[in-house]
């Protein structure tokens, strides 16, 4: 590993997140992707830490969880050294929501409950789902009351956007909804769902809803953290408790060990080289196989990883193909092996990674927009597989 300076936090600026009965340091969340923030991919982030943080499952929907949907089951298995266990629901039904909350609580599933409301996919939208859903705000509290009635004593948090549009922002009658109904923390993307991911993140948004919101309820904020430096810059900026690092950690599972250091005062944090990074994909790559009960499975899923572990090195266009076609644990090592091995890592692959769009409008069932208090309730499709916030 080669070291690079950068600026860190003095040991006393920052406190741990508390979030219900949970202390936790540094105060930094792993946000649910689909697809992506499996049990393996938790267990890469949580070793670079030390098992420091807060790391968050992929979205759970919560109609499919009551009905005990198999492939729901297997994504809310937790390995045994998560702790605390983290799993992000999403509903449109207060009392399908309640249901799932009410199971994960009886049935010790889990030690703290998020809802996921930022979700700006259209086939979401379009049901009046994720993101779109905050601008009901009567829908929105009936949803958090029963989520938090029912969870018992695990805390329950919720995460969104800031609206649907810049015409129709939401978040802040959202966070205050959110208070009145005992959420436990607040997460806010600085993007509107018309953004999807493009543009620049609004961290000014993230402050004017650390205003608003009571001081004894953490604010975290969520958007464009690429590195550890991002997400200092981003709590000294807004005054938020918390950051939620989404597309900033694909490919990058060691931006959790940066992140411990420059909040624990360190001065230099790690920069793999390209063999540090072959070890990490031929890892995650194993336990991907051993999590799915089927190496070559295992491999295949982790093709999506490849073009984010492997940007900003010289690996050629033939051997990235190679690695993005690898159907076995021997393969992909093979293949790794073929590239120079001792690259530093190099300038400028801290960047965007994931998914950039932007500017796009948001499709939403007709006559939503007519009335942000009153409506029928989603139908039962707004409830999809796809996630994101």
């Avoid at 605390?84 to 039904?93: A, H």
């Avoid at 966070?175 to 493009?198: C, D, F, K, M, S």
Wanted: contains cysteine.
């Amino acid at each position: 590993m080669t070291a690079t300076p950068a600026p860190t936090a003095t040991t006393d600026e920052f406190a741990p997140l508390t979030i219900g009965p949970m202390q936790v340091w540094p105060p930094v969340v792993l946000a649910p992707m689909a697809g992506i923030t499996n049990a393996p991919f938790r267990t890469l982030c949580r070793e670079q830490s030390g098992g420091k943080g807060l790391y968050v499952s992929e979205m759970i929907t919560t109609r499919a969880l009551v009905e005990r949907n198999a492939k729901t089951m297997q994504l809310i298995k937790f390995d045994a050294s998560e702790k605390p266990r983290s799993i992000q629901l999403y509903g449109v039904d207060p009392v399908t929501v309640g249901k799932a909350a009410r199971m994960i609580a009886d049935e010790n599933l889990a030690d703290h409950i998020d809802l996921n409301f930022g979700c700006p996919v259209p086939k979401v939208t379009r049901k009046g789902g994720g993101s779109a859903l905050p601008y009901k705000r009567n829908l929105l509290r009936e949803i958090l009351r029963e989520a938090v009635a029912n969870a018992g004593d695990l805390p329950v948090t919720m995460k969104m956007r800031k609206g649907i549009d810049d015409d129709h922002l939401t978040y802040l009658d959202a966070g205050r909804i959110g208070a009145e109904e005992g959420v436990a923390a607040i997460a806010l993307h600085g993007r509107t769902a018309a953004q999807h991911y493009g543009g620049t993140a609004d961290w000014s948004a993230i402050a004017r809803l650390r205003e608003s919101v009571p001081a004894h309820i953490p604010v975290l904020g969520n958007g464009d953290i690429w590195s550890a430096d991002d997400a200092v810059r981003m709590m000294r900026e807004t005054g938020c408790d918390g950051v939620v690092v989404g597309r900033g950690c694909l490919g990058r599972p060691w931006l959790f060990k940066d992140l411990v250091a420059i909040f624990e005062g360190e001065v230099d944090y790690a920069r793999p080289s390209f063999a540090d990074v072959s070890r990490a994909m031929v890892r995650h790559a194993q336990l991907l196989g051993e999590w799915l009960g089927d190496e070559a499975r295992g491999v295949i899923d982790f093709r999506k990883h490849v073009a984010w572990y492997t940007k900003g090195f010289s690996v050629g266009s033939e051997l990235r193909v190679k690695l993005a076609n690898s159907s076995s644990l021997a393969e992909l090592a093979e293949t790794l092996s073929l590239v120079e091995q001792s690259q530093l890592w190099p300038a400028g692959a801290d960047g965007p990674r994931g998914r950039t769009s932007g500017n796009n409008r948001v499709v939403l069932p007709e006559g939503w927009l007519d009335d942000p208090y009153d409506c029928a309730l989603p139908s039962v499709d707004a409830e999809s597989d796809t996630s994101g916030g």
